[in-house]
C-alpha cells in the first residue's frame, strides 16, 4: 500500500489534504473566521500536507492513520446519531 502511495504522489498529497481539511472542519473549527484568516490556515494546512507527505513517503503510514481517524470519527457520529433516534442521553 505504501508503495502505492509512493508511486502516486499527487493523489498521495490531494488525500492527505483533504483527510485534513476535514478533521479540521469536525474538530478544531468553533466558529467561522473571515476570509483571509480562512485563507491563512488552508495554506499552513497545505504546507503541513507537504511535510506529511515527506513522511508518507519516507514510510510511516500517515493516510492510513488519517482514514482510522476520520473512521472513528464517523463512528462517533453514528453512536450520537443512533443515541438521539432512541431517546438516550450519552453517558
Do not use: D
Not at 41 to 56: C, D, E, N
Not at 71 to 83: C, D
Amino acid at each position: 500500500m505504501n508503495e502505492w502511495f509512493g508511486n502516486h504522489i499527487y493523489i498521495t498529497y490531494l488525500l492527505i489534504f483533504i483527510f485534513m481539511s476535514y478533521v479540521y472542519n469536525k474538530v478544531f473549527r468553533t466558529r467561522k473566521l473571515p476570509v483571509l484568516k480562512t485563507a491563512l490556515i488552508y495554506v499552513l494546512m497545505a504546507l503541513g500536507s507537504v511535510m506529511l507527505l515527506g513522511f508518507q513517503l519516507v514510510g510511516l503510514p500517515i493516510v492510513l492513520c488519517l482514514t482510522v481517524a476520520i473512521s472513528l470519527m464517523f463512528l462517533v457520529r453514528i453512536r450520537y446519531f443512533i443515541e438521539k433516534r432512541s431517546g438516550n442521553r450519552p453517558t
